[in-house]
DNA sequence: ATAAGTTCAAGGGGTTCA
DNA sequence: TGAACCCCTTGAACTTAT
């Protein structure tokens, strides 16, 4: 039906209208701020049923759990540098720059319900 | 090593398509305009893991301290040779320590994630 | 011709408040 | 919860300097 290019854009998540790209996925308003508030609280969503509910725009309210789930499949993450190999610490010589590099209670992540990530 | 012109020049740094040679090392516009950026910030970046995050086309906005760091050891600088301008490496001075480093000098600057904005 | 600097719109993450 | 807003970072395009 759409014949513009800058056709509508969906939301890989409840199919709403996208608004862009967050978190590595084309999501609207409502599941970015869903997403970045979920993650940041950390907490375990568990779904009542069988972890299948529907996501939609008029659903994706009714369980977190799931909606979390398909924003993760739709490859929702916190920005995580990709971690190559196993970090070799270049640094390990220089007892200021280990020092930092390893005690930093910063190490944390991996989609993790990490608290605070690269950022501002 | 890339004298033709008929062949592709990648950027030293993340593998884009370079656009010549930008503070001593043949970058793309992105890499250039980064470095140009950071260094005249002179803030402090710190990777969130261990300054070994790959940097690459599509990844080189998620950790901004590692590609600074592989905008160093690329050889980028300001044409200042004045040393004070950019961040002293902590491990610049243990060879061992540059040996062993995969890439070369990494360094680790910690003027603590204050205000700094690690972030893509 | 090269490389350094400048501009500016777009991208995207965070915050606010109804 | 999510629309609206804020603001910083990016990078392509452009200008200036050598």
Do not use: W
Request: proline share 6%.
């Amino acid at each position: 039906m759409a014949s513009r290019e800058d056709e509508v854009r969906s939301c890989a998540v409840c199919g709403d209208r996208a608004t862009g790209y967050h978190f590595h996925a084309l999501t609207c308003e409502g599941c970015k701020g869903f997403f970045r508030r979920t993650v940041k609280k950390g907490i375990g969503l568990t779904c009542p049923f069988e972890q299948c509910c529907e996501v939609n725009k008029n659903q994706r309210r009714h369980c977190p759990a799931c909606r979390l789930q398909k924003c993760l499949d739709a490859g929702m993450r916190k920005d995580t540098p990709s971690p190559s190999v196993h970090p070799q610490p270049a640094c390990t010589l220089s007892t200021t720059c280990v020092a930092t590099a390893h005690t930093s209670s910063r190490y944390q992540h991996f989609h993790g319900p990490a608290s605070d990530q690269v950022h501002q």
